[in-house]
């Protein structure tokens, strides 16, 4: 199985709410983290990244946040958007795993409710 | 900077038939990837290569092929099309420290082999 996936693999929120994506992993090993956005018919867009030697970034309107102790990873969007409408995935690039491979969960789809 | 490019942007193949999916960026990345995705999933890593005339497998190499001959390019050869090789292709890139550091995508090329 994939060592990366997600909680839910829809999210509806109503426009201006915070949302809150979720994902876990299984490998203790990973050490770097990244969420991304893809919206329909596009190519996956860097939101932000995180470092396994910390447990919280703020972008603008996101965070991401890592539990290490529970190998779990958040994506916090604030006030969202319709705009956030998207599928989001995370990827984890594990340091004992080969040069350039990073492993991408299914994605959760965000609809965002006007 | 024109970031990451893909032709064509949408092809149909007859199964048995041959195509290059051509991929170039521009912005001097020595690290450069090729993933399909398919409906409703994550990415999943066919090649990739960390420098001009150096390639490596993916998770999901079989019934491709590539080759960089240059840093710009990185083609994807599918030799004998098959009916599961319908999905859309991203190529990425990264800075030069690798995958550790964000991956560009472009805008993918859809594949339906018939």
């Known amino acids: 199985g994939e060592s990366v996936g997600l909680h839910l693999p829809t999210l509806s929120v109503q426009e201006g709410d915070n949302s809150i994506i979720n994902c876990a992993y299984s490998?203790?090993?990973?050490?770097?983290f990244i969420w991304y956005k893809q919206e329909s018919g596009k190519g996956p867009q860097f939101i932000i990244d995180?470092?396994?030697?910390?447990d919280k970034r703020q972008g603008q309107r996101v965070t991401v946040l890592l539990n290490k102790t529970v190998k779990h990873l958040s994506l916090q969007i604030a006030a969202t958007q319709p705009g956030d409408s998207a599928v989001y995935f995370c990827a984890e690039n594990m340091s004992t795993g080969s040069q350039g491979n990073l492993i991408f969960g299914k994605g959760t789809k965000l609809s965002v409710k006007p | 900077n024109a970031g990451v490019t893909q032709t064509p942007k949408f092809r149909i193949l007859k199964i048995g038939q041959s195509m290059t999916l051509q991929c170039a960026q521009d912005?001097?990345?020595?690290?450069m990837y090729w993933y399909r995705q398919d409906p409703g999933m994550g990415l999943k890593l066919i090649y990739y290569s960390v420098g001009a005339g150096i390639t490596d497998k993916g998770e999901v190499p079989n019934g491709y092929n590539v080759s960089r001959s240059t840093t710009e390019d990185f083609p994807l050869r599918l030799e004998l099309a098959a009916p599961s090789q319908t999905s859309v292709y991203f190529c990425?890139?990264?800075?030069?420290?690798?995958?550790?550091?964000?991956?560009?995508f472009g805008p993918g090329t859809r594949l339906l082999v018939l």
């Open positions: 490998n203790s090993a990973s050490d770097y």
């Open positions: 990425a890139s990264s800075y030069p420290q690798g995958a550790r550091e964000t991956q560009y």
């Open positions: 995180i470092r396994s030697n910390m």
């Open positions: 912005m001097n990345h020595n690290y």
